[in-house]
């Protein structure tokens, strides 16, 4: 069955309106709510119990009882949270841009699961107060690596000021059959280089040792195995010891060679 439906509004005059159940014809609006008994669901912008092809307004709350699909952009001028997982992006071509500080840790959701970069695509600059690595017993690879390409760039720096502890130590317990350190110069340039260098680099240091060896287990203290194999005539020395000394201006000085 189709009809006509006749409204009148405050000033007395007569609407017909052909399928249209609510019409308001003035813009302060009703103080009346809207209820919808009809359950459509919404699977696009044309469909559902409720359909504009205008925009709509709100002064208040909102709450959906299900899922919002935005086909254009969301912009929030107060907070966002969520309560459960969200996924940014559908692609390596969507990008995630922060203009806010980070206020928060950031803490992955499986223990050892997931990287920052790739092989391909690294980050540039990291700015840490501390870093601490951990590997596994099963890791399968090296903990902390280093591949430094820049020729005339170090590969890495330590400017430490502590005073009364070491700057860099390392700690092997559990150590068999290797060594603590390796330093390998296996570059075949001939120019002088010095491979290992150890500066104390201070003369007013004068109760500072620049080079401590101590052994406490094994027979030798101390091994040096010079290997020289060139054809040309040289003087090849295994162990060099340059010994500086300045006698003061006034008194007496005794020193040990």
């Known amino acids: ?40 669901n919404s699977t696009s912008n044309t469909t559902g119990s409720i359909i504009s092809t ?35 992006g559908d692609a390596a071509t969507d990008n995630i841009v922060l203009n806010a500080d980070i206020n928060s840790s950031i803490i992955p959701n499986t223990n050892g699961s997931f990287d920052i970069g790739n092989t391909t695509m690294y980050w540039s600059n990291g700015f840490f107060e501390s870093i601490k690595v951990t590997a596994a017993a099963a890791l399968g690879m090296t903990a902390l690596e280093i591949d430094a390409n820049d020729a005339d760039q170090a590969a890495f720096t330590i400017d430490g000021e502590q005073t009364t502890v070491a700057v860099m130590r390392i700690d092997a ?6 060594s603590v ?8 340039s001939t120019s002088a280089r010095a491979s290992v260098q150890i500066v104390q680099d201070n003369a007013a240091a004068l109760a500072a040792t620049a080079l401590k060896i101590q052994s406490d287990g094994g027979i030798t203290g101390m091994q040096i195995d010079k ?31």
């Open 173 to 178: 317990d559990a150590l068999t059959t290797n």
């Open 1 to 40: 069955m189709s009809a006509n439906v006749a409204l009148s509004d405050t000033f007395d005059q007569w609407r017909v309106k052909n399928n249209e159940l609510l019409v308001m014809t003035q813009t302060d609006g009703s103080d009346n709510f809207i209820k919808l008994t009809n359950t459509t």
């Open 181 to 188: 350190a390796v330093f390998d110069d296996n570059s075949a």
């Open 54 to 88: 205008g925009g709509i307004g709100i002064s208040k709350s909102m709450v959906i009882g299900e899922n919002l699909n935005v086909h254009g952009n969301i912009h929030a001028n107060g907070a966002i949270s969520a309560d459960g997982s969200i996924t940014l």
């Open 227 to 257: 290997n020289y194999t060139d054809d040309d005539a040289a003087t090849v020395t295994g162990f060099h010891v340059d010994f500086d000394r300045t006698v003061p201006s006034s008194g007496t000085a005794t020193f040990t060679d």
